[in-house]
Structure formats: structure tokens, C-alpha cells
């Protein structure tokens, strides 16, 4: 009796974590919600100009042009 009880819980918790959890995605939305190229531009968010996004600094959901943007926001 307790073996098909036992077997009963690992059937639904395999099912459980192959199927119903999801796992959490580590993906940023973007305000376009496309993905972002290397050559693609984003606005600095403190200046306010534009930089690749090979060349920025990616910080706080934020893309900086250099360091020092960085620091001051």
C-alpha cells in the first residue's frame, strides 16, 4: 500500500517538474521587445547619445556610453 502511494507522488512530481514548472527566463525586455544585434544602437541613459551596443555598457537594465555616464547616474 505504501509503495503505490509512493509510487503515485514521484509520477506526479516527475510530471510537475518536467512539464507544468516553468523555469525563469533571464532575458531583458526591451522597450521594442526585439533582440538586439551588435551593430543595433542604444541611447546612453545619462548623455542621451547613441553607441553601439557592442560599445555600451550594459547596467541596471540601462545602456551607458562609457564608464564615467555610468558612475554619474
Do not use: R
Amino acid at each position: 500500500m505504501i509503495l503505490k502511494f509512493l509510487l503515485v507522488v514521484a509520477v506526479i512530481a516527475v510530471v510537475y517538474f518536467f512539464f507544468i514548472k516553468k523555469k525563469p527566463t533571464k532575458e531583458i525586455k526591451h522597450k521594442n521587445k526585439e533582440k538586439l544585434q551588435s551593430s543595433d544602437m542604444v541611447e546612453c541613459g545619462t548623455c542621451g547619445i547613441y553607441a553601439e551596443v557592442s560599445d555600451s555598457i550594459l547596467s541596471g537594465a540601462k545602456y551607458y556610453c562609457s564608464k564615467e555616464c555610468m558612475d554619474k547616474s
